[in-house]
């Protein structure tokens, strides 16, 4: 067996040389493992798997085209994600949003948020021309985005502005948990039917002065911005769940996110 050398891709967990000296690198059971994780957690992501569907192995096994095993160890693994829950003779099955997972989401992404600001402010020139290029492009889109009638690309907007700011720190580990995070994020906006109602206003509150204070160097009002804009939609979340009436937001009807959903695959 020979060594790894740095570079080569994490996939390749274990070499071996076979009698004329090639390189071979199997798939080994973790990958398939992985991979049957990441086509089941995109399904849920995407509403494909609605919450309470039943997740049923040998079925999973036919489409994904893999052994029963990886498939077992792909569920238990989402289990510890909170997207499938697990019981004993019932089998595994999608689970729905609840509040505590969403609280836990928001928590962490609002302290990795203020961790990224500190980081580009606490300092003058860490923030390159060419990052405030990328927040101004999307601050702009922002308010362009809240004039559709599709709400598909101010959410898609929305992110992509919250992972730039993380992604200018350059900070590892903050920029990889921040982005794990945001499928969460997507899951909580499909399964909830989450229909936005203040775009604009929410383009300008937590996008435009947000860039805003980010342009001026402006640690504190970036800080408070960034707090209000994860407090908020936190709320609003809760709210959602809980049944009652929410500042911004609402749940869309079934036929309204089908068409909104089509209008987004057109793009």
């Known amino acids: 067996m020979q060594p790894i050398p740095c570079g080569c891709p994490a996939r390749i967990l274990m070499r071996h040389v076979n009698e004329t000296g090639a390189i071979l690198a199997p798939m080994t059971q973790m990958e398939s493992t992985q991979f049957a994780a990441e086509q089941i957690r995109n399904a849920i992501i995407a509403g494909h798997?609605?919450?309470?569907?039943?997740?049923?192995?040998?079925?999973?096994?036919?489409?994904?085209?893999?052994?029963?095993?990886?498939?077992?160890e792909a569920l238990r693994l989402l289990a510890r994600e909170g997207l499938v829950e697990i019981k004993r003779n019932k089998g595994a099955s999608v689970r729905a949003v609840e509040a505590d997972s969403v609280i836990e989401v928001y928590n962490i992404r609002m302290a990795l948020g203020k961790i990224a600001l500190n980081h580009l402010l606490g300092?003058?020139?860490?923030?390159?021309?060419?990052?405030?290029?990328?927040?101004?492009?999307?601050?702009?889109?922002?308010?362009?985005?809240?004039?559709?009638?599709?709400?598909?690309?101010?959410?898609?907007?929305?992110?992509?502005f919250q992972q730039a700011i993380i992604d200018a720190t350059g900070l590892q580990r903050t920029i990889r948990y921040f982005s794990e995070l945001t499928a969460d994020v997507r899951r909580f906006n499909q399964q909830l039917s989450v229909v936005y109602t203040d775009r604009k206003g929410d383009a300008q509150r937590y996008v435009v002065?947000?860039?805003?204070?980010?342009?001026?160097?402006?640690?504190?009002?970036?800080?408070?911005?960034?707090?209000?804009?994860?407090?908020?939609?936190?709320?609003?979340?809760?709210?959602?769940?809980?049944?009652?009436?929410?500042?911004?937001?609402?749940?869309?009807?079934?036929?309204?996110?089908?068409?909104?959903?089509?209008?987004?695959?057109?793009?």
């Open 49 to 72: 798997f609605k919450p309470g569907d039943r997740l049923v192995e040998q079925q999973l096994t036919d489409m994904l085209d893999v052994s029963r095993h990886p498939v077992r």
């Open 123 to 160: 300092e003058p020139g860490r923030l390159t021309s060419a990052d405030m290029k990328r927040l101004e492009k999307l601050a702009e889109n922002a308010v362009k985005f809240a004039e559709l009638d599709s709400q598909a690309e101010t959410v898609r907007n929305d992110l992509e």
């Open 209 to 267: 002065k947000l860039f805003e204070s980010l342009r001026d160097g402006d640690l504190g009002i970036a800080r408070e911005i960034w707090q209000a804009k994860f407090t908020k939609a936190l709320e609003r979340y809760l709210s959602l769940i809980a049944d009652h009436e929410s500042d911004g937001a609402s749940r869309v009807s079934a036929g309204s996110q089908a068409a909104d959903q089509r209008s987004a695959a057109r793009k």
